[in-house]
């Protein structure tokens, strides 16, 4: 039995409601669909939950997920697809609980399934948060340089992608220029004690982050043309990318056995 545990945004977990590609792919895997994906998702709550699932896995022989439900797994048994989404969102602890909030206009809409995704919480403005580009990128680097460490040391096949983000431009002429940007701009002085020059280094961290998030981008797959009315891939937009998907991963089957 092969699990297909995905992580991400609303771009890999559409909702009880609505259809995700995960079950399509793993319909034409014979894969067990183990999304984990949640609407509104941070890059926080992918490193942390894909950490702490492949951990519990490993530890327990078990893994728990909103479509799967409990099931019995190994590690040998996994393949991991994580879609990574906007940097610009973080998550907080409050009251027990991780909570997914964003730097960004408030939303529109209402999730009455979740009352954590309503935009009064979701959305709300933390005023002890300062989200500056510099801080943004050097900790997505750091996660998504560590996180495709990590599964590789367990020798899990995994495949990295890049959702949406920014939307409709290009992944890597987008962070190289604000790179650049911010490399110009860096500070020349220091109150503690460090070297301005290599103070940064966002190029040398950016060349390490894996390959698969900077060639695969699941919006430029679907086309622009297969969206529907909220900006997602509507069921022609699904279907290319679960052939896209299916191909990639039937190139994996080698290693996978």
């Known amino acids: 039995m092969k699990v297909l545990y995905t992580i991400g945004d609303s771009f890999v977990y559409r909702g009880p409601v609505n259809d995700s590609w995960t079950g399509l792919l793993c319909d034409k895997l014979g894969y067990v669909d183990a999304n984990n994906g949640l609407s509104g998702s941070t890059n926080d709550r ?4 894909t950490i702490r699932d492949v951990s ?6 078990s893994l728990w997920t909103e479509v799967s439900g409990q099931i019995d797994c190994e590690l040998k048994d996994l393949v991991v697809v994580v879609g990574w989404t906007n940097p610009y969102r973080f998550e907080l602890y409050e009251d027990g609980e991780f909570i997914q909030h964003r730097d960004w206009d408030r939303s529109e809409w209402e999730n009455g399934l979740n009352p954590s995704l ?5 959305d709300k403005v933390v005023t002890n948060t300062i989200m500056q580009d510099t ?43 604000i790179i ?22 966002l190029e040398s961290l950016w060349s390490n982050v894996p390959s698969d998030y900077k060639q695969y981008k699941q919006l430029e797959v679907c086309g622009m043309d297969n969206l529907d009315e909220t900006k997602h891939p509507n069921s022609n937009g699904h279907q290319k990318w679960v052939s896209y998907l299916h191909e990639k991963i ?6 996978l056995q």
């Open 180 to 201: 650049n940007h911010l490399e110009s701009n860096k500070s020349q002085k220091f109150y503690g004690f460090d070297n301005p020059i290599t103070y940064l280094e």
């Open 250 to 255: 039937s190139n994996m089957r080698p290693t």
């Open 46 to 49: 992918i490193f942390r939950s």
């Open 56 to 61: 519990s896995i490993e530890f327990k022989n």
């Open 135 to 177: 801080n943004v990128l050097i900790k997505f680097f750091n996660q998504i340089i560590s996180l495709k460490g990590f599964l590789d040391s367990k020798k899990i096949p995994n495949l990295f992608y890049n959702a949406f983000f920014p939307f409709n431009e290009d992944t890597n002429s987008y962070f190289n220029s």
């Open 118 to 122: 309503h935009p009064t919480l979701a």
